[in-house]
């Protein structure tokens, strides 16, 4: 098959110069200068035009459930369809209503009377609560029950304030006062996410009384997570105002300290206000902040009687730099060259520019060891040819490179622009060991292709939570995994990013465990080792070959505490130092004084329950009766060591650790210990 010819970039520039000097377009110069700028006018316009209906097109798709539902609501409870004499009934078909419209995060109902309220809202995990309180009833303190998917009904424990009364609410009294529905502007809901209320009064027929007011609110960090997507692979911030300048939802491209400012100081240079903006054109201006031009653009639109400003902010280097540059070489050349040199000289500037522009941006994401799949462009120019298809084979290179390091650190490698050199640091690190709990019997179970998979599939769940969470996977140890929090790249909340990555890596498993089953497959179970100390993190090895890693005691001592979760039958076991670091958000029980294998020592060992408000109260109560039987158990108290012991173990009856302690104490008490014994249990080896 024969390859097509391809001119050499020699052969192409002789060409345009040839041509450059035959014609001129000294005549045309100005044309072509008036058409760039008309040209790039109208897709700049059209840029902001596009993103504006993107918004608006959303936030209506987002809002819209919320007039029918009140609507239906309205209609159903004048004609007794809608049981809100019942508010038990009630609750539970808003709980059904609001189970299967995804946007909603509430729905709720409040009697005038009485001034009862009834709702339902969804959590952040997509479970629904309902909510109910009554002025007369515990000082109008609300209470609250989760929902399940099949009607059982389970208490749900968060701090409210007493007092409630939905009638004293100002979404309450406008919908009272109102004819039809009506929007609130944003506010702070309880659960602490920025919201929006539609709300409409319940009149009986022929009646101008109200009877109560239904109300659909809505989350606005869907908003915010939609413009995010939509601004993901560009330098741009989006955002959506009200009418007054009130931030309602926001990209997450820039971080807040940098957004603020230049989004104030282009409001403040807009002409009107922003309710004074025409809604059929976008209002485009430049404006300089730390001395960088960026344009801004903001686009009114309305949606179910709200109205609201769509704005763009992006660096006008970012957007413009390379239109603004073809115009000026335009331009110079015109004024030199000949009327038909335009027309060659703008054709193959095209077509040799067009490729070099997306090969040039995808070099930059190859510097950032960002790899896309997409194949680079070819060109009818052989050099540029020769570089599209060497750097489409140096992706498909760097990507297998990427399987085997990792990629936080190659990011950081090629950041700074230097060679890889043998060397460590002595680091602050919270170091994070996980294992599958009886891999060896379930691997038997399996045929080698088939288990590949499967913890293929379980390592990749593994390493999607620890980078969620900053951390950074060393290696694989066989079914074991490696990580590190706080290198290669600084994470200064660290012990905290490690305690809920292995907190959702035990949540992560639980849910796959359904899907596993559903396919036949055995469902894993990790036990993970959590330390906080200072280790020595870098390239160790040889001058010819190195790994990036960590090494030190505080791995030794990560490694320990995952191997005594055999012992103690806990999921979760992190060090002191760990749970001293994490702070006041996280639930704790102090299992036992442990001197680990390796370690002369001993230490505190703690079992990491949950996020503070997110653990069952009889966990809870089953912690602190077993800390009370270990402070027995230390003091040598070992009657009311093991009968504290035994009390933990009914209270929650899975629980190994209380049994572990109480036959422990048990024979302490019947052959007791040498004077020197301390509490200290000693880890001899490894499990």
């Not at 101008?208 to 692979?233: H, I, M, N, Q």
């Not at 027309?343 to 193959?348: C, D, E, N, R, T």
């Not at 292995?502 to 959590?530: D, N, S």
Request: aromatic content about 8%; proline content about 5%.
């Amino acid at each position: 098959m024969l390859l097509r010819r391809r001119l050499s970039l020699r052969t192409t520039l002789l060409t345009l110069l040839v041509g450059l000097l035959i014609l001129t377009v000294v005549s045309l110069a100005g044309l072509f200068d008036v058409n760039t700028s008309r040209s790039v006018a109208e897709l700049e316009a059209r840029y902001f035009r596009t993103i504006s209906l993107a918004i608006s097109g959303e936030v209506a798709a987002f809002l819209d459930p919320a007039l029918p539902i009140l609507q239906e609501l309205s209609a159903g409870a004048q004609h007794g369809r809608v049981p809100v004499e019942d508010l038990d009934r009630l609750g539970e078909e808003l709980v059904e209503r609001l189970r299967y419209r995804k946007p909603l995060a509430w729905l709720s109902y409040g009697e005038q009377t009485t001034g009862r309220f009834v709702g339902a809202w969804r959590r952040a995990d997509g479970a629904i609560v309902l909510n109910r309180s009554a002025p007369d009833v515990d000082g109008g303190r609300p209470f609250e029950m989760e929902v399940t998917d099949d009607g059982r009904q389970i208490p749900f424990f968060r701090e409210l304030r007493p007092g409630y009364d939905p009638r004293q609410q100002g979404w309450y009294r406008q919908a009272v006062a109102s004819a039809g529905p009506i929007w609130t502007d944003p506010f702070e809901f309880n659960e602490g996410a920025m919201g929006i209320t539609a709300a409409l009064a319940v009149r009986a027929p022929g009646s101008a009384e109200p009877r109560g007011v239904f109300t659909a609110d809505f989350f606005l960090e869907d908003v915010s997570r939609f413009l995010t997507g939509l601004a993901d692979g560009q330098n741009a911030q989006i955002v959506v105002l009200t009418g007054d300048g009130t931030v309602v939802a926001t990209s997450s491209t820039w971080p807040e300290e940098r957004s603020a400012p230049i989004l104030a100081t282009a409001l403040r240079a807009l002409p009107t206000s922003l309710g004074g903006l025409d809604p059929d054109t976008a209002a485009i201006l430049t404006v300089q902040q730390a001395s960088v031009p960026y344009i801004a653009a903001f686009q009114p639109f309305s949606v179910g009687g709200l109205d609201w400003v769509a704005g763009v902010l992006v660096p006008e280097n970012e957007f413009l730099q390379a239109a603004n540059d073809n115009r000026r070489n335009a331009l110079g050349l015109g004024l030199l060259l000949l009327t038909a040199a335009v027309a060659l000289g703008s054709l193959v500037a095209h077509r040799i520019a067009s490729p070099l522009r997306v090969i040039a941006r995808d070099l930059e994401q190859v510097g950032r060891f960002r790899l896309s799949a997409e194949p680079s462009p070819t060109s009818f120019v052989r050099e540029v040819a020769v570089v599209s298809d060497s750097i489409d084979r140096m992706k498909a290179s760097l990507r297998s490179f990427g399987h085997y390091v990792p990629t936080q650190l190659v990011q950081e490698l090629l950041a700074s622009g230097h060679e890889a050199q043998l060397g460590g640091e002595d680091r602050a690190l919270t170091i994070l060991f996980s294992d599958i709990e009886g891999f060896t019997r379930v691997s038997e179970q399996l045929e080698p292709g088939r288990l590949v998979e499967h913890l293929g599939a379980y390592l990749q769940a593994m390493t999607s939570v620890f980078h969620e969470h900053d951390g950074t996977i060393d290696k694989f140890i066989g079914d074991g995994i490696l990580a590190l929090f706080n290198a290669p790249r600084d994470v200064p909340d660290h012990p905290t990013k490690g305690c809920r990555a292995a907190l959702r890596a035990q949540q992560c498993l639980e849910q796959l465990r359904p899907v596993w089953e559903a396919a036949g497959k055995p469902a894993f179970r990790t036990r993970i080792g959590l330390h906080t100390g200072r280790a020595l993190v870098g390239n160790i090895g040889t001058p010819d070959r190195f790994a990036y890693t960590v090494v030190g005691d505080a791995v030794n001592l990560a490694s320990r505490l995952e191997d005594l979760n055999r012992l103690y039958g806990t999921g979760i076991l992190a060090s002191h130092e760990v749970r001293e670091a994490a702070g006041p958000d996280f639930e704790w029980r102090v299992i036992d004084r442990v001197a680990v294998v390796g370690r002369t020592g001993w230490t505190l060992v703690n079992e990491l329950l949950g996020e503070r408000g997110q653990v069952a109260p009889g966990v809870l109560r089953a912690r602190d009766v077993y800390e009370q039987g270990l402070v027995a158990y230390f003091a040598g108290r070992f009657t009311a060591a093991a009968a504290g012991f035994r009390a933990a173990a009914e209270t929650l009856p899975a629980d190994r650790a209380a049994e572990v302690m109480a036959r422990r104490a048990e024979v302490l008490e019947r052959d007791a210990p040498p004077p020197t014994w301390d509490g200290t249990f000693l880890q001899t080896t490894k499990s």
